[in-house]
């Protein structure tokens, strides 16, 4: 079984430039997660979808960052304008819409603001 | 949002030595999960509790959740150096079951 794949793995941009993060889940799970790691720290939730409606976007930076998952499947989710302080993974992952169900991660994009 | 309190934050041992982690929070829980990140890569799931007082086996790995499913423990014996790693317990939000992570204890087991 294909797991979760992100692309870039690795970006590097100057601030205030745009950035965009593309995620495709494992097919089948129809909630989708977005979470930025700051270095040696827990990853911290952005925004959860349930196919192709928001959950929980309680913690994301609405000023400048944004996301969509079309048609319940890939997601994106932009950054702009950047700010040095958005360095970090970005971490994608789903599973299946069911409490306590097991989230299945990608290996994240490290993006790096100068 | 719960706040998963995780201790030690860092953690650095001999191969061979037994280690236990925590991770605490003032909430009920109905389950948590604990993860392991290995650098470069997402978190893998290790293991589910979900009854108060359970607890969980895998291989030198021994998972505790309190009776009042608030906390939870790890217990690694004779650590070995392909246990380094940041790990992290997680929970399900009351509110819905968005899933929430704590800071993590990052472990370094040198030979």
């Known amino acids: 079984e294909a797991g979760v794949a992100q692309s870039p793995r690795y970006k590097i941009i100057e601030k205030r430039q745009s950035v965009a993060f593309w995620c495709n889940p494992i097919s089948g799970h129809a909630t989708l997660y977005w979470y930025q790691q700051i270095l040696g720290q827990g990853p911290k939730l952005l925004i959860q979808?349930?196919?192709?409606?928001?959950?929980?976007d309680s913690q994301l930076p609405k000023d400048r960052f944004s996301a969509e998952r079309l048609k319940g499947v890939d997601s994106t989710l932009k950054i702009q304008p950047a700010k040095l302080e958005d360095s970090a993974v970005y971490l994608c992952a789903s599973s299946a819409p069911i409490r306590g169900a097991e989230a299945f991660f990608g290996q994240g994009t490290r993006l790096t603001v100068v | 949002t719960q706040l998963l309190e995780q201790s030690p934050q860092f953690l650095s041992i001999q191969e061979g030595e037994n280690l236990t982690v925590y991770c605490n929070s003032s909430?009920?829980?109905?389950?948590l999960q604990w993860y392991r990140q290995e650098p470069g890569e997402g978190p893998v799931l290790l293991v589910t509790?979900?009854?108060?007082?359970e607890v969980k086996k895998l291989k030198r790995l021994t998972f505790q959740f309190g009776d009042a499913r608030k906390d939870s423990s790890l217990h690694i014996t004779a650590a070995q150096p392909g246990d380094t790693g940041l790990y992290l317990c997680?929970?399900?939000?009351?509110?819905?079951?968005?899933?929430?992570f704590g800071k993590g204890t990052s472990l370094l087991v040198t030979p």
């Open positions: 509790v979900v009854t108060g007082g």
């Open positions: 979808f349930q196919n192709n409606g928001v959950v929980d």
């Open positions: 997680a929970v399900n939000s009351n509110s819905g079951y968005a899933l929430n």
């Open positions: 909430s009920v829980f109905s389950s």
